[in-house]
C-alpha cells in the first residue's frame, strides 16, 4: 500500500473536523440532540436521570458547548467586558481583581483589554468588544469620545465608569472627586508651614486635574507660584526623579512636592537623597495611591488613600444589581479619601 492509498484518520477526513458536536453527546446519552440543548440551557427541563446521563457523555467526549449559540437563545452571553489603561499599574489591577472576583462567582466571565490612555484606542476596543454581544460593560474614568458614548448607549446595556465620578454617567459611575484630592493636598501643605510647593504629575488626565486643583488652591489662598514638572508618560521611578531634578533647576528650594503618584513620590525621595537632601527637613514629599511598598519605604510616604479594591466590589454589586433587574438608589458612587500622613511630609 502506498502513501496515497493509506487510510487518512476520521479527523483529517474531508468535512470531518468539526469535532464532538451536541449530537454525538446525544448518541452516546441515549437522547436526542434537542434533549441535549434542552438539559445545557435549562437543565430543570430534564430529569436528573438524563442529566447524568448527558453529563457523562460530555465528560467521555470533552464536548465544550458553544456559549455563542447558547447566548443568542437566552439573550445573554456572561461576558463583561473591561477596558483599562494598563495593567501593569497597581491601581487599575487591583480594581479589576477586585471586579472580576465578585462577577465571576456569579458566573460571568470577564474580556480584559488595555485602551493605553488613549482615547482613539478606547473607542476601537469598545467597538470591538460590544460587537461579542457582553452583558455589560467595565470602562475606567469618565472621559470618552462621543461616538463611544454613542456606542455604548445604542448597546443598552449596564456600563460601570470607575475611578472617577461625574454627575452625568453613562449609566452609573464609582471613585472619587480627583479635584478634591488636589484641594486637599494643597490644605494640608498650607496647615503644616510650607512656603514653596512643587508638582511632579504623569501625562494622564486624571493626575493632571488633581496636580491643576493643587495649584488652584495653593495660590488662591497666597501661595507663591508653584513650580511643575508635567510628564507626557506614566509615572516611573525614573521620572519622580528627573522631575526634582527639573523643580530644581526651575529655583525650587525646598518645601513640599505634590506627586500625582506614590511612584513617582519615591522617585523624587531618592533624587533628594541622592544630592544630600533631608527628606522631610528640606524635601517634603506627598503622593497618591497609598501603594503597598509606601508604608515600607524610608521615610514612609505620605499620601492620598484610595480603597481600590472596595471601588471594584461597589461597581460589580452595582452592575450585578442592574443585570438582575432590581432598582439602584443612585447612579453616583463616590467613595471619598483620606490623606494618610506618614514621615515624608
Not at 128 to 135: E, I, K, N, Q, T
Not at 290 to 308: C, Y
Request: glycine fraction near 10%; proline fraction near 4%.
Amino acid at each position: 500500500m502506498n502513501d496515497d492509498q493509506v487510510k487518512k484518520p476520521r479527523s483529517a477526513r474531508k468535512g470531518q473536523g468539526r469535532g464532538v458536536t451536541m449530537e454525538t453527546v446525544g448518541r452516546i446519552a441515549g437522547v436526542s440532540q434537542v434533549t441535549v440543548s434542552r438539559a445545557l440551557s435549562d437543565p430543570s427541563k430534564v430529569s436528573p436521570a438524563t442529566m447524568a446521563k448527558i453529563r457523562e457523555a460530555i465528560a467521555q467526549t470533552g464536548f465544550v458547548p458553544n456559549a455563542l449559540a447558547g447566548a443568542l437563545a437566552s439573550s445573554k452571553s456572561m461576558l463583561i467586558s473591561a477596558l483599562v489603561p494598563t495593567i501593569t499599574n497597581i491601581v487599575y489591577s487591583s480594581m479589576v481583581k477586585a471586579f472580576s472576583e465578585e462577577m465571576r462567582r456569579e458566573g460571568y466571565e470577564i474580556l480584559l483589554s488595555e485602551t493605553g490612555f488613549n482615547a482613539q484606542e478606547e473607542e476601537k476596543l469598545i467597538a470591538a468588544h460590544l460587537s461579542r454581544r457582553p452583558d455589560a460593560m467595565f470602562l475606567t474614568g469618565i472621559h470618552h469620545s462621543a461616538q463611544a458614548r454613542r456606542m455604548l448607549l445604542a448597546a443598552e446595556i449596564p456600563v460601570a465608569e470607575v475611578w472617577d465620578i461625574t454627575d452625568s454617567p453613562i449609566d452609573f459611575c464609582v471613585g472619587f472627586n480627583h479635584a478634591e484630592t488636589g484641594r486637599a493636598a494643597a490644605e494640608f501643605a498650607r496647615r503644616k508651614g510650607y512656603a514653596q510647593v512643587g508638582v511632579v504629575s504623569a501625562g494622564d488626565e486624571r493626575a493632571r486635574r488633581r496636580g491643576e486643583a493643587f495649584v488652584r488652591e495653593w495660590e488662591r489662598t497666597g501661595g507663591s507660584p508653584a513650580h511643575k514638572m508635567l510628564f507626557d508618560a506614566p509615572a516611573t521611578l525614573a521620572n519622580g526623579r528627573a522631575g526634582l531634578r527639573g523643580l530644581l533647576e526651575q529655583g525650587f528650594t525646598g518645601g513640599l512636592v505634590h506627586c500625582s503618584s506614590d511612584l513617582l513620590a519615591h522617585g523624587v525621595m531618592i533624587e533628594a537623597r541622592s544630592r544630600g537632601l533631608d527628606v522631610p527637613g528640606q524635601i517634603a514629599v506627598l503622593g497618591f495611591g497609598d501603594q503597598e511598598f509606601s508604608d515600607a519605604v524610608e521615610p514612609g510616604i505620605t499620601t492620598v488613600r484610595v480603597d481600590l479594591a472596595a471601588f471594584g466590589r461597589a461597581a460589580a454589586q452595582a452592575m450585578l444589581a442592574r443585570l438582575r433587574g432590581e432598582p439602584t438608589e443612585t447612579s453616583v458612587i463616590d467613595l471619598g479619601f483620606e490623606i494618610v500622613e506618614r514621615r515624608s511630609a
